[in-house]
C-alpha cells in the first residue's frame, strides 16, 4: 500500500493518455476530479493485488460514453457515488476497494475520485492494460466474470441496475440506455471477489502509467526527447511522424468514430498515414502497409511535447508522432483477438503483433 | 372478494379487446396465459379496491412493447415472475396483490397469470380505463404516483431495474430497452400502497370487461345485434360501419402506428372513415369531421360476431362497425389532455368530448 498525492495524480492522467490510445475520454476532466478529491479528503490509498483479500468485495468504477459528449457534459462525482452506493445495497455486501476497468483517459482517473469521497483503496490493476471502447472487452469477460449486477447512473438522478445474461447484453443494454441518458453516465461494474481479481485483472497499470508520466513529465523538465523513454517502458515501436491533414469525426450510436490523415514530415516525408478510431484508435497504416492494429496499442504524441493526445484533441495542423505498443499476452488468445481485434471493428485486416510489423518480431 | 373461473377469463378477454380500443397487445395471448394458469393452480381471487389495507403494497404487472411483435414473441409467463420477485426483494416487501396497468387486451389478462403463479389476488381496477401507448399515460401518473422502482424482464433472462427522477424517464429508458430486448418485455411497475391505489385507479374496470365480454357472448348465442347492448353499457356511440378498404402499417419505435380506411356501407355508403392508431386506436374522423378522439376510446367490431378486433387485427375487406366511448373523468381534465389528448399523438385536433362531437352532449 502506498498514498497518491497529487503530483501522483498528475503522472498517471499523462500515462492514461497514453495507454488510453487516444480513447477513454478526456483525462483532464478525469484529473481535476480526482485532484479536487484530495484536496477534499487527503491522499488516496492505492494497493497492489496481491494485498487484497481473496473473498474482499471489489467494484470497478468507469463513466460509460462517447468522449465528445463527456467534454460537455462535466461528471460532479455524485453520479459515481450513487451508482456504487446503489450495487452495495444490491450486492447487500460492503465494497473493500474500486480500480478501473480500463487503463486509458478519465477512466483511469475517476476511480481515484470515488475512491477518496468513499474513504476506500484503489487497486493498482485494470481490466483491459490500456482502453477499448466497449464493456465485454475487458480481461474479466475473457476470464468469465461477468458485468453485472451493474448500475448506470445519469446526473439528472436516474439510475438503472442490470442483471443480464452475458456482458454483450450489459454492453448493448447500458450502450442503448447511455444514449438516452444524454451520452454519458456513471457505472459501479463487474463486482468481483478479490481472487477473481487476481487471477483476472492487468495488474499494476496504474503504476505503469506514473511511471510513463513521470518520465515525459522529466524528460520535459530536462529538456530531452520523451519518445525513446516511453518507447523503452511500454516496449513500443515509433510508427510515424507527421501533421494532421484532415480529420472525420462523428458520434454515432454512443461513439465517437473517425479517420485522420498525418502527412508525413522528417524520415516518413512523401507518406502518408491514416489513423482509424472509435473512441480509440484502432489501426495505423500507410498507402504500402499495416503498422499497428488493435488489440495492440496506438497513441499519438505531440511531437513538441511527448504529450499524449486524444482522438477528441487531435486537431488540424498539429505536429505529432504515432507510436504502437504491444498489449497485454491475455489480448493476444484467439477469443481474445475475436471480441477485440481487427475484425470486430470492421477492418478487414488480420491481427498481427506490432513487433512482428515493425520487423522486431521473434519469428 | 369473488372467485374468477375460466368463463370470467373469457369474458373479461373480449372486453379488454374493447376497452383496449385495439391496442394492448393481442388479448388471446394473454387469455391462453391466464387459462392455463388457472387449470394448473385455480380459480383466481378478484379484489374489490376497497377490499385492499390501505398499508398493503400492490404491484401492477404488464407487457411492453409493440402488438405485432407481441405475437410473434409469446411470453412464457416466466419473465413476469421474474420482474415481480426482483421488485420484491428490492423493495423488502411481501406484494399483497397485484393489477393490470390498462384495461387493454393482453395486458388486462397477464395479470392474471402473473396472481395465479404466485398464489396473490387481483385487484378489479386499472391505471388507464382504457389502453395507452406510454408508461406515464396513468391515472397514477396524474395523481403524482412514480413508475419506479420498476423492473423489466426479457425472455432471455435479462433484467434491468429502473429508478427514474419521474415516470416521462421511465418511459423513455424502458422503450429503449424494450427495442434493445427484442421489441417486448414483462414489466412490474408503479408498485403503490393500498391507499394510492384507491384515490388513483379506476375502479371495477375488470368487472366492467367481464360484463361487455358477458353481453357480447349472450347476444351471439340467443342470435341477436350485441352492438346496441355494448353502447348501452359503455354509454359509447356508433360512429361507422363499413368495410377496411386500406391499411398501412409498421412498427417504429417499439410502436405499431398506421392509418386504416373503411369504406362506408349502409348509412355510410360513399363516406369513407379515417383510423389512426399507435398501438391503439386514436382518432376517427370523415372527410368532413372529426367523429371521436383520444383520450374518448375508439372501438372497431366485427359487424357479424360483435367481436372486438384489435389494431394488429384489422384485415382488407374486413366488414366493421366503429363506436366511440367517452373515456373515464379523470381523462378530460387539462393535464390529463396534454399527455393524452390528440396533440400529443401529434394530431392537429382540439380534444371534444365524444358526446360532444355526436350531437348528443349536453350543451
Redesign the interface.
Known sequence: MRLLDKQEIEDIAVGAALLGTGGGGDPYIGKLMALQAIEEYGPIKLLDPEEVPDDAMIVPSAMMGAPTVMIEKVPSGEEAVTAFQ?LRD?LGEEIYATMPIEAGGVNSLLPFALAARQGIPVVDCDGMGRAFPELQMVTFYLDGLEATPMVLSDE??????????NSV?AE??AR??T???GGSVMLAIYPMKGKDLKRSAIRNSLSLEEKIGRSIREAKAKNYDAIDEVLKITSGFKLFQGKVKDIDRKTETGFARGTAIIEGIKDYKGQELELNFQNEHLLAKTEEKLLCVTPDLIAVLDAETGMPITTEGLRYGARCIVIGMPCDPKWRTEKAIEIAGPSYFGYDVAYTPVEKLAGKGEE
Not at 439528472?156 to 445474461?165: F, R, V, Y
Open positions: 446503489s444490491y439528472k438522478g436516474n439510475g438503472m441496475l442490470l442483471n443480464t445474461i447484453w448493448r443494454l442503448g440506455a444514449i438516452e441518458m
